[in-house]
């Protein structure tokens, strides 16, 4: 069996292994009146996947295979897609299903919709089929969650934005990140770099806050007008109540002094966060927030609209993302994952040469 | 030695002994060129004032005159007071100072600049005199945080107003409150009924959450739209994601499950929480805030501008405050005091008969 009853994607089949890759074939749910076929061309590689197969975000449906910010080109689309045309090059992000009847779908919310589906990983109501990400040949996604990729971006540069990108995005532009605003990333990797890029991109004053000074000269080539380390001592106390909007994009929140990151926010500033840690939460009592009356919450994803206008700004601006290639393979991916793991790479890989490992059919 | 050299006030020695009221005499700082003196007629018990003198908020200057829910007269003003005049019946809340010059106070946010001090308990920097609160016959206090109390509102009903009621009041304005909305209210207490009373009179509709059923009938009478019981099993489950805004009034934070509440809350609705609880705080994780991208925070008092609008409000829609009244004296502080603390108060203490207790000089 091959396309299009068959796609092929490398899975893990136990979260023990997470590093040990197969090459299998996938089966894809039934082609839809709105689906859109793509045949992949490049693929980041998202902390999303590590957490997953690694089996740090709980039980899956192994075998499965990961990967969720894909470029490719749109093979053949369904009798009732008018979004998307065969033969354009397209991207699918971390989301690919939601109702679009809802309020919250109709406010461009989707993301917030209750029978909103995951890229890889999701069950599909109707079939029991379970979703297959982008460390594959093809994806077959509703035209709602397929997004047209302007012809100034790069392909590997443009599919890291469509999960990482995006999650910074959406929360800088959602919280009126721009001119006038003074914008903290805290955590410079995959989204934080992209948070930095965006937010500048947006006009605001955007400040890193990372660990250590390690990755200050990357920061300000990227644009960053200032950069904390929290290793530093009294780091936070000469810039108090100076923040509008911090992006928290750490992912995990062991050491972390929450109070001390929330006295930067001014009058009602917010912190967001993007990262899904392992493990337990944190502590927060009334008081860390008193001072200031800040604000604490999340943002999942984004919206159609917001993936469109990111990548037109991306283009406009000459937005390039900073990744590393590895060509897809079992051994590149294990490569990739570990690295990962190891926080072992500026700032995110994208898998290439998708046509040199599945061929190009 | 009397007015205006000192004041009396009954006074907490020793926060062992929270109920034990002793009327002593109290030193004033000096008499300021923008200060009012004011001879107290009445004054609100907030759980602030049952907080510091049980100690549960930590060291505390004793002896201590507690009450920051004051009404009485203007007797003098001081050379270049504007905004007050002598003979006004004005009210005095918790915050008695801030520096009036930094961006936060030039923005309304005077409760949040790092200068502000309590009206009680709190050390003035120039002479080292700790601030006395209004169980007691004057106060001294800056024309700022000095408020006309319109003629419809009854003194006994807009002492409570002054701090419970703007605690209530300023983050449902800040936080959109109004037609169109619908807004929770946890906790039915002191601030909690002015949260349903103020929520109702901007237009917002509003609901009322408690642990039991018990207050349901009084907050129907206040106008409440819902009333939803955390007692009663998947209490939240058929109101998810239908709030907008939840302002939290809870003094305690045991056995309480955030969760269940932020699930109520549309794509970034937000819980604003204004009790300060002893003790520790809660675990929070990301999780809870990633199914609608809520916000939690918290909100201290509010401006003078939000106080003036709040009082004109409560004149303008004829609202009513709840409450019991107590003639001051050693033995009507005790009852105040020991009821606040077994929460047996529907839904306010205000202390009257000031003159009946200190004479009317």
Redesign the interface.
């Known amino acids: 069996m091959v396309y299009p009853d068959t796609f092929k994607g490398f899975q893990i089949e136990d979260p023990k292994h997470w590093t040990e890759f197969k090459l299998n074939e996938l089966k894809p749910k039934p082609f839809g009146d709105y689906d859109v076929d793509i045949k992949i061309q490049a693929c980041g590689v998202c902390a999303s996947d590590l957490h997953t197969v690694s089996g740090g975000w709980g039980e899956q449906h192994f075998p499965l295979c990961v990967g969720h910010e894909i470029v490719g080109t749109a093979l053949r689309v369904g009798p009732k897609v008018t979004l998307i045309k065969p033969g354009e090059r397209v991207g699918v992000g971390a989301q690919s299903y939601s109702c679009l009847k809802c ?2 779908c109709k ?1 461009d ?1 989707e ?2 919709c ?1 029978h909103q589906l995951d890229t890889y990983g999701a069950v599909w109501p109707d079939t029991g089929i379970v979703s297959q990400g982008g460390y594959s040949t093809h994806v077959r996604t509703h035209e709602h969650w397929v997004f047209p990729i302007p012809a100034g971006l790069a392909t590997n540069k443009a599919a890291p934005m469509l999960c990482a990108g995006l999650t910074a995005y959406s929360p800088l532009v ?1 919280n009126g990140a721009g001119p006038g605003k003074k914008v903290g990333i805290v955590g410079m990797g995959g989204i934080g770099h992209f948070g930095l890029l965006f937010s500048k991109a947006l006009g605001a004053e955007t400040w890193v806050i990372s660990r250590t000074h390690s990755k200050e000269a990357d920061a300000k080539k990227m644009g960053a007008d200032g950069f904390l380390a929290t290793a530093d001592k009294d780091w936070n106390v000469p810039h108090k ?1 100076t923040f509008d909007l911090i992006i928290n994009t750490a992912s995990s929140t062991e050491n972390f002094d929450l109070a001390a990151y929330l006295s930067l926010l ?3 500033g ?1 912190w967001i ?1 993007v ?3 392992e493990g ?21 994803l984004g919206s159609r609209k917001e993936v469109l206008a990111m990548l037109k700004l991306a283009e406009e601006k000459g937005i390039e993302s900073w990744v590393e290639e590895i060509p897809i393979s079992a051994e590149g991916l294990k490569t990739a994952l570990t690295r990962l793991h190891n926080n072992n790479v500026r700032y995110r890989f994208t898998l290439t040469d998708y046509d040199k490992c599945f061929g190009t059919e």
Chains 1, 2 share one sequence.
């Open positions: 309020k919250q406010n919310n993301t917030y209750v959602r109540m001014d009058v009602h917010r966060s990262g899904l840690p337990s939460g944190q502590e927060v009592k009334a008081q860390d927030f008193l001072s200031n009356g800040c604000l604490i919450g999340a943002s999942h």
